[in-house]
């Protein structure tokens, strides 16, 4: 594990402690090869750069993350909105007591893209000022690429947590990074987890060229529900009907007619401009038509990260959102098309994502020439691979290429990149290279 990921779990596991702790304590809970010596020289880092309060002296010194202490009640009531407590406390009552609905047409229809918003005006630009992080000229997916292993993690974690999944977000980690399972959690669980890793690799590895389409949504359906719905099922628009539970809404039964509304869902959402506006419109009226036999919610919260991935936004990973909060939310949206609730929810989370993310990249520091030029940096290794390049040879054409496709002042640093690449070069790096591992030992045995 290289040392900046490896600051990222000592972050990550004083993110799990309700109390702070000392670095014995600490040192027990983490798991690899981590020394003492280094993991209270990165303590000290994170002190320095005010993402770690450190309390008490010698062997009674502590440590906790900063902010720490704010309760989970005190988040919690501060999520909704005053407009939003009214559908709130509707959407809490039995269900007994609520109308039974349909889907309702004219809400979509209603829609007028860049005319009808579902974000305030203010809340839009307080969300640009918060998420936006690209320098000129980045490609799409820049940034979601920067903050990569997080965004796995806890866009896994939460979008499964609020689907009832019960790994925590250390044991998430432990899976998505080292395969690791949790004993006597369910196999379901599990798949969850991994199928949402691989639903985020497809939207940043495509990020140049995703878009919000049937077909991404399709296939974000497929990825998350592999192995958990019938096959014929993964991927595809229901034929049958289903119900929702806890809820008095009842969606439609016609493939024909969601497949309809499916195709609408997109035309309508491709002409929103606002990234944030585009990606609540997704997360709601995805979420409402239910076009799937199961995984829904799950698709919604993935296709509202489209617009954030390619226009190189802080993705929201929903993180401090209570799931009882989330459902009645999504309730608000079924029975009364009220889009409030899950609008303050969006942009609490989006908030706290925002400082999250930032803390983390302050952290384990960010190679911005490797994020930037990656696809110039793997189209050189493929080349030198594939053509079989070695020697002085291979140095020269490293240099050539690097004087034909970077800026100058950035040569130095991606030829670095480059170097350091072939040194780690093995069969796990060759993914997307087109190349064969029989071409690639081959190279190797030149070296």
Request: charged share 30%.
């Amino acid at each position: 594990m290289k040392p900046r990921d490896k600051k990222m779990v000592i972050l990550r596991q004083l993110g799990q402690e309700s109390e702070p702790i000392g670095l014995p304590e600490l040192m027990d809970r983490l798991q690899g090869d981590f020394k003492e010596r280094s993991v209270r020289r990165w303590l000290d880092q994170f002190v320095d750069e005010g993402l770690v309060e450190k309390s008490g002296q010698r062997r009674g010194t502590k440590y906790c993350v900063v902010q720490r202490s704010v309760r989970r009640k005190e988040v919690v009531n501060s999520c909704f909105g005053s407009d939003s407590l009214e559908a709130i406390r509707y959407v809490k009552k039995p269900v007994f007591e609520r109308t039974p609905t349909a889907y309702e047409d004219s809400w979509l229809d209603a829609y007028q893209p860049n005319k009808t918003f579902y974000f305030k005006e203010s809340t839009r630009k307080q969300l640009h000022e918060a998420g936006f992080r690209a320098a000129e000229n980045d490609p799409a997916g820049t940034y979601a690429r920067q903050i990569y292993n997080r965004l796995l993690i806890d866009l896994s974690y939460n979008s499964s947590r609020l689907e009832g999944n019960t790994y925590s977000q250390l044991d998430t980690e432990r899976l998505i990074l080292k395969g690791t399972g949790v004993e006597g959690k369910l196999d379901e669980e599990k798949v969850m987890i991994l199928n949402h890793k691989e639903a985020i690799r497809y939207l940043v590895e495509n990020a140049d060229r995703l878009t919000v389409s049937e077909q991404t949504i399709l296939t974000l359906h497929y990825l998350l529900s592999d192995g958990l719905v019938d096959a014929e099922y993964a991927g595809k628009v229901r034929d049958h009907w289903v119900r929702i539970s806890g809820s008095s809404y009842i969606p439609f039964d016609s493939r024909e007619k969601l497949q309809e509304k499916l195709k609408k869902i997109v035309e309508v959402a491709v002409q929103i401009q606002d990234p944030f506006e585009q990606s609540l419109f997704l997360l709601v009226h995805v979420s409402y038509l239910q076009a799937f036999i199961d995984v829904n919610k799950r698709i919604a919260r993935l296709a509202a990260n489209i617009p954030l991935v390619i226009g190189n936004l802080v993705p929201l990973s929903f993180n401090d959102i209570e799931r009882q909060d989330y459902i009645s939310a999504i309730v608000a949206v079924y029975e009364l098309q009220d889009v409030g609730p899950i609008a303050d929810l969006f942009a609490f989370s989006y908030m706290r994502t925002c400082a999250a993310y930032d803390a983390t990249v302050k952290a384990i520091g960010f190679d911005e020439v490797r994020v930037r030029f990656r696809a110039e940096r793997r189209a050189i290794l493929r080349e030198l691979i594939v053509q079989q390049i070695s020697g002085d040879a291979l140095n020269l054409y490293i240099e050539t290429e690097s004087h034909k496709k970077i800026p100058v002042e950035h040569q130095d640093s991606f030829v670095e990149d480059v170097k350091e690449d072939i040194e780690q070069m093995d069969q796990s790096r060759i993914s997307g290279l087109g190349i064969t591992a029989e071409q690639l030992q081959q190279w190797l045995s030149l070296l």
